[in-house]
C-alpha cells in the first residue's frame, strides 16, 4: 500500500495520502492547506483520489478541502456531529491570525464501524469523540496502521478545551476504542510524530 504524509499548513498537520498499488485508487486524509504539494504526492504516485476524508473539522484539518475537492473531483467525507465546522474556516482562522477558506458542504457522513474501500485496501471508521463530538480514527487493519487525527499523539492527546471538547469523553474514546487494538498498530497523529498503541498504552502520561 502506498501511504504518504505531506506536513501542510500554519499549524503543521498531518495530511495523509494512501493509495492501493494495484489499482491506484487512492484517498487523501486532512488536506489542511498547500494543497499544490498534495496534488503533486498524489501526481508522483499517479493515483486517483476516491475520496477526501476529514478527520475532524477544526480549521487547520479541513483548510484546503475547496481547492482539493476541485481538483480531485472526489466526494468529501466528515463526521455529521462536525459537518457545521466546515462553514467557519475563515471565521476561525481570522481568530488564530490565519487567513482561510471555508470548506465546501459534506458529500457524505462518516459512522462509526463503516467501511472506506480503495482499491484492493479498506479502513474502517472509529468514531472518537472528545477532541470535537465528531471526530474519528481510520483503522486499517491489514496494515496494522491507524490514522488518529487529533485523538491521540506520541505520548499525548487531543486538548478538549475547545468548544464541543471533553477530557473525560476523549479518555475514554481512546481507552474503549484505540487502546482494544493490538500493541503492534502503528499510529499516525494529526500533528507530530508516529507511535504505536503499545506504547502509548505503557507510557502515555494521561492513562
Do not use: W
Amino acid at each position: 500500500m502506498i501511504f504518504d504524509a505531506v506536513v501542510v499548513g500554519p499549524l503543521s498537520v498531518n495530511c495523509f495520502i494512501l493509495g492501493c498499488e494495484e489499482t491506484r485508487e487512492g484517498v487523501v486524509v486532512d488536506p489542511g492547506g498547500d494543497v499544490e504539494r498534495i496534488i503533486q504526492t498524489v501526481r508522483r504516485h499517479g493515483l486517483t483520489i476516491r475520496y477526501i476524508i476529514n478527520t475532524h473539522g477544526h480549521f487547520d484539518h479541513v483548510g484546503g478541502n475547496r481547492e482539493a475537492v476541485a481538483t480531485f473531483k472526489a466526494p468529501l467525507l466528515i463526521h455529521r456531529e462536525d459537518a457545521h465546522l466546515l462553514g467557519l474556516v475563515a471565521e476561525v482562522g481570522r481568530m488564530y491570525g490565519i487567513q482561510g477558506e471555508n470548506s465546501p458542504e459534506a458529500d457524505g457522513f462518516l459512522t462509526d464501524g463503516m467501511e472506506i474501500e480503495f482499491g484492493t485496501h479498506r479502513m474502517k471508521v472509529l468514531h472518537t469523540p472528545g477532541h470535537t463530538q465528531g471526530g474519528c480514527c481510520l483503522y486499517l487493519a491489514e496494515e496494522s496502521k491507524i490514522i488518529t487525527g487529533d485523538t491521540l499523539f506520541a505520548d499525548s492527546i487531543g486538548r478538549s478545551d475547545l468548544p464541543g471538547g471533553s477530557h473525560d469523553q476523549l479518555l475514554a474514546s481512546i481507552q474503549a476504542k484505540l487502546f482494544t487494538l493490538p500493541d503492534d498498530v502503528t499510529a499516525y497523529p494529526g500533528h507530530g510524530p508516529e507511535t504505536s498503541i503499545g506504547h502509548e498504552k505503557r507510557h502515555n502520561p494521561y492513562f
